[in-house]
């Protein structure tokens, strides 16, 4: 039985991570990564591959990524991992020992149990062959129902607008983007849908797909309305795919792979990283879901440390994400409001708003943000940012590193920025400052 120094299960972005950082360290040891998918998608990328203006193959995650990168590539499954004798076996017989292993098996669409939910044309939103299939059933088809009202759905939404279609999108909470954008913020991208003909329907559950030689004709929701659809795209979320570490007696919980500071497992020698994985909030310490790719990347770039005995514990999730609706982009990390409440954390907020660059020049428009303040520590602990033009990660990215530095209101307030007619505010005004400002006014010292 041939013997790995490491065997990585999952070629998505944790596991890509993990043979990158080990090729760059000069790793001596032999490196097998196993998945079960012939050729990756890029899955954040798939709402805006929908439409033919590129081919598929601008959408896929090449297998040079793995096999550039010193790494053994095997396509197939990982049917037995025995922890006892450091031992896997796959769907295709093979069986190899290994001194590490890293569990980056990703996740699993939630597919909620409704009835018709089976039909061909009902779709998620993972994989290479579902984007294959929303690619196929655009053009020849008029009506869509997007189920789930989060990034993914609402990203489909424009996309499949875009592209000429009626688009009706479900959402069961009372508006979309709850997990992520502040209130203030979400009315402004509903509107937005809804201009563009988007039609929304929050606070509404679906209750059954209803059929036609195999296929979902009409969507049925909870309040009995009835609506026509060529195809559905189900993007209700992710569930951590935990199946593999389950079976193997590996400790899970709801949130994933249950994890120590440094990533490892309750198997001690495996580690885990990405979706499949519990995270714990960089703010809390809590358990917490956090299904992006940075943090898939993030993990796995401590678990390889940790293999090349640099022990490298993982500091928690911040979420930092972003998402366009038309021309408005929205993006937040840490808390919202709303959530450092839910754990039990005295919040106060402040809002901030400047032009996006100098009143006189054209093209002017309104960037609004809003900062979340722990009120015992006044330490940042979450912020969001709404504006018009595709600088919003910029800003978010500023907001996570100042929670990861432990910034205070007091420390935002007196920051140093710079300032130019065609690309900033004006020297006396800075967004980021005024909401620290206006947080500083709830709460003086």
Not at 13 to 32: D, E, N
Not at 223 to 243: E, H, S, W
Not at 369 to 384: D, M
């Amino acid at each position: 039985m041939e013997k790995k120094d490491v065997i990585i299960i999952g070629g998505g972005p944790a596991g890509r991570s993990v043979v990158h950082m080990l090729h760059k360290a000069g790793f001596p040891g032999s490196v097998t990564l196993i998945k079960n998918e012939e050729i990756n998608v890029n899955r954040c990328a798939i709402p805006y591959g929908i439409s033919h203006e590129k081919p598929t193959t601008a959408f896929q995650i090449p297998n040079a990524l793995i096999s550039d990168f010193g790494a053994e590539l095997l396509i197939d499954e990982v049917s037995i991992l025995d922890t006892t004798a450091r031992r896997v076996k796959t769907a295709a017989g093979l069986e190899m020992r290994y001194q590490h292993l890293v569990l980056a098996t990703g996740a699993q669409p939630l597919i909620p149990k409704i009835p018709g939910g089976e039909a061909g044309n009902v779709v998620p939103v993972r994989a290479l062959a579902d984007l294959e299939r929303l690619r196929d059933l655009t053009p020849c088809s008029k009506k869509v129902v997007i189920v789930g009202g989060g990034y993914i759905g609402v990203e489909a939404a424009v996309g499949l607008r875009r592209a000429g279609l009626e688009v009706a999108l479900v959402e069961m909470q009372p508006h979309i983007l709850m997990a992520t954008a502040e209130p203030e913020f979400i009315a402004p991208l509903e509107n937005a849908l809804k201009e563009q003909g988007v039609k929304l329907l929050t606070g509404r559950r679906v209750e059954s797909f209803e059929l036609t030689e195999g296929c979902a004709s009409a969507v049925r929701l909870d309040d009995g309305q009835a609506l026509k659809a060529n195809f559905v795209v189900m993007a209700a979320g992710v569930l951590p795919d935990t199946r593999l570490a389950e079976a193997s007696g590996i400790r899970c919980s709801r949130y994933g792979i249950v994890t120590d500071d440094y990533l490892r497992t309750s198997a001690g020698n495996i580690y885990t990283a990405g979706d499949c994985a519990e995270k714990k909030s960089f703010i809390t310490g809590n358990p917490a879901p956090g299904e992006f790719g940075t943090n898939a990347v993030f993990m796995g770039k401590v678990v390889a440390r940790n293999i090349l005995e640099k022990p490298t514990r993982f500091p928690g999730i911040i979420n930092s994400n972003v998402s366009t609706v038309f021309d408005w982009a929205i993006g937040s990390a840490g808390l919202t409001e709303a959530a450092a409440s839910a754990q039990g954390i005295k919040a106060v907020s402040g809002i901030g708003e400047t032009l996006d660059r100098y009143p006189m020049m054209a093209g002017a428009s309104p960037v609004r943000v809003k900062l979340v303040f722990n009120r015992e520590t006044r330490k940042i602990i979450g912020g969001s940012v709404l504006r018009r033009d595709r600088c919003a990660a910029a800003n978010v990215d500023f907001i996570s590193l100042a929670i990861q530095k432990g910034a205070t209101m007091e420390d935002i307030s007196q920051y140093q920025y710079s300032t130019h007619p065609e690309l900033a505010a004006k020297p006396s005004d800075n967004f980021f400052v005024f909401a620290s400002l206006d947080a500083e006014k709830k709460d003086p010292l």
